[in-house]
């Protein structure tokens, strides 16, 4: 991969030899998550295909703004040309499942939200925001424990600092972030003393239900959150109550739900972390959330107690609206919030570094950056 900077652009080369002569390939796709998915939606995605040089060796030039940040993979189309069609959802989720991170770029991160659940390569242009806490460095490590509540599973992050009372952060999709390496931010973070003795709850199954169902139904995770996670919590670690110390963190749907049980109770979730919250959502059924009833509860309300952290991509089209949207109420209705857009999309090589300074905002302590 060559970068180079042109003023508030930078044009980025790729390259990739294909590793497959029995099996040549047709096409080759660079997916940039955010761009190349609605390039798919647009139905072109020309920009994003590799040309095969006279070498063999594929290669693409892409210009982008010098502040933007992706995961990425190439995705060798192998059963027929791709150029000059667009592919259905069944042919777009088999191109999607044979990506591989880039073999000449080392900074990766491991399986997110890639259909093959596999590792994938980071691009970071200069301008990108900095992630210094996402990096292994010496820091003393925590203590990660796993548990099952009933048919429910999450996992447990103790940290290596000791304390009389440790403030408690929950943060759903807990299995992508524990494949994602988090505890080593969180770890960064005690260790430069950037947030107070934090135990984290990472969420990773809730009774077994889908986590599109899970996430969007207050009926079955509001009592899970209240009855289950947080009464275990407080059993098995020294953890105290201030919601002013207590942080609900979700993404997308997790996000959402991290607003609407915010919400409803401030008195146990004082903090709120939403990174690119679904607030495009309307409800199905009844039961559950519907975020223009969620926009207008915010509107109406005459005090909500809360203190939030709010970002979203550039490239998250509608979802950017809408959180846009959501950002004014909460300013007119003077809840503290701190927002911020990063230029990249629906992605954890985005939102690990917003998760460090989401939890740095909201339970505060003096910043230093980790030792390298």
Not at 5 to 12: K, L, M
Not at 24 to 44: C, E, N, Q, S
Not at 110 to 129: E, F, I, K, R, Y
Request: a negative charge; charged letters at 20%.
């Amino acid at each position: 991969m060559l970068i180079t900077r042109d003023g508030d652009f930078c044009q980025v080369d790729f390259d990739w030899r294909d590793d497959d002569p029995e099996r040549p390939a047709h096409d080759v796709l660079v997916r940039l998550i955010g761009a190349t998915d609605y390039a798919h939606d647009d139905g072109d995605l020309t920009a994003y295909l590799m040309e095969r040089g006279d070498d063999g060796v594929w290669r693409l030039s892409l210009r982008l703004p010098a502040g933007f940040r992706t995961s990425y993979q190439f995705c060798p189309v192998r059963d027929e040309p791709l150029r000059g069609g667009h592919p259905d959802d069944d042919r777009w989720a088999a191109i999607l499942t044979g990506g591989h991170p880039d073999p000449g770029h080392g900074a990766g991160i491991g399986p997110s939200t890639w259909p093959n659940h596999g590792q994938a390569s980071v691009l970071s242009l200069p301008d990108a925001p900095a992630q210094p806490w996402v990096e292994p460095s010496d820091a003393p490590c925590g203590t990660l424990t796993r548990h099952t509540l009933g048919d429910s599973a999450i996992w447990v992050y103790a940290p290596a600092v000791s304390a009389a009372e440790y403030a408690l952060a929950v943060l759903f999709d807990g299995k992508v972030w524990d494949g994602i390496g988090v505890t080593t931010v969180f770890d960064n973070l005690h260790a430069a003393g950037a947030i107070p003795p934090t135990v984290v709850v990472g969420v990773d199954s809730i009774h077994g239900l889908p986590r599109n169902q899970a996430l969007t139904r207050p009926g079955v995770l509001t009592p899970f959150l209240l009855d289950e996670i947080l009464p275990f919590v407080h059993k098995g670690w020294p953890v105290g109550a201030d919601p002013a110390r207590t942080v609900l963190a979700g993404q997308s749907l997790g996000g959402l739900a991290a607003v609407r049980i915010g919400f409803d109770h401030p008195d146990r979730f004082g903090r709120v972390l939403t990174q690119s919250g679904s607030f495009w959502r309307s409800a199905d059924t009844p039961d559950e959330i519907d975020s223009p009833a969620l926009f207008d509860a915010y509107a109406d309300a005459d005090r909500v107690p809360l203190r939030i952290f709010q970002e979203a991509g550039s490239l998250e089209r509608t979802l950017l609206t809408r959180n846009r949207i959501f950002h004014g109420i909460l300013l007119d209705r003077g809840i503290p919030v701190t927002y911020r857009e990063y230029q990249g999309g629906h992605d954890y090589a985005c939102w690990r570094g917003g998760l460090a300074d989401g939890l740095i905002d909201l339970l505060g302590g003096p910043v230093a950056l980790p030792a390298e």
